[in-house]
């Protein structure tokens, strides 16, 4: 459902900047070429924004709290098995999948990211409370190598396609990637004990 917030100039404005930063990236966008796709002036945009780059920041954080919707979905929903939240992030981030991919190889979207991993953290702090040994690495820390892993595909996503033999971003390849992810999660590639041994291998300055 359409949010009301997105009926306006300004939600116009922030989805016409998503599409030309992700077309031409951050520094060759213009404001011009902004309101000419939003239908509104330069003025208008300035008005609203200031600047191009407080315009990015304005996306950053709309991707942000997109974000923490489908987290917050995912935790509401009580039959999770009827969902598949790979194709439901997919939907959601579909129209924006060329300013994500962009950003991110210019290193910018640090919302985004950070995002991530405060999402990850929270699920990371449920999931200790059911371990039987005491974590070896910090939650942030572990919550920030998730986030790096899950929007690996999406950088790579050329690369995860050409090996899946499907187009991720397909409604095929989200089905065999979420496939894919609950068998890797689901079977461990090591045991405790093999962990503990590979562990106590590791310099011990690194802690």
């Given at each position: 459902m359409t949010e009301p917030e997105d009926l306006t100039a300004r939600a116009r404005i922030r989805d016409a900047a998503l599409r030309h930063f992700g077309e031409h990236g951050f520094d060759r966008a213009t404001i011009r070429g902004i309101a000419e796709t939003a239908g509104v002036s330069s003025g208008l945009v300035r008005h609203h924004f200031g600047s191009k780059e407080a315009l990015r920041d304005a996306c950053d954080a709309h991707l942000a709290k997109a974000l923490g919707k489908i987290n917050d979905q995912v935790r509401a929903d009580s039959s999770p098995g009827d969902v598949n939240y790979v194709a439901v992030a997919g939907a959601v981030f579909g129209p924006y999948r060329s300013y994500v991919l962009r950003a991110l190889t210019e290193g910018r979207a640090a919302p985004v990211f950070d995002e991530l991993v405060r999402l990850g953290a929270q699920?990371?702090?449920?999931?200790?409370?059911?371990?039987?040994?005491?974590?070896e690495v910090s939650r942030e820390a572990r919550a920030t190598v998730g986030a790096a892993m899950a929007l690996s595909v999406a950088v790579l996503h050329e690369h995860v396609s050409r090996g899946l033999g499907v187009e991720v971003f397909s409604p095929e390849g989200a089905d065999l990637l979420a496939r894919a992810l609950l068998d890797i999660y689901s079977h461990p590639y090591l045991s405790p004990e093999e962990a503990a041994e590979m562990r106590d291998r590791l310099p011990q300055g690194g802690k």
């Open positions: 699920w990371l702090a449920e999931a200790d409370e059911k371990r039987s040994d005491a974590p």
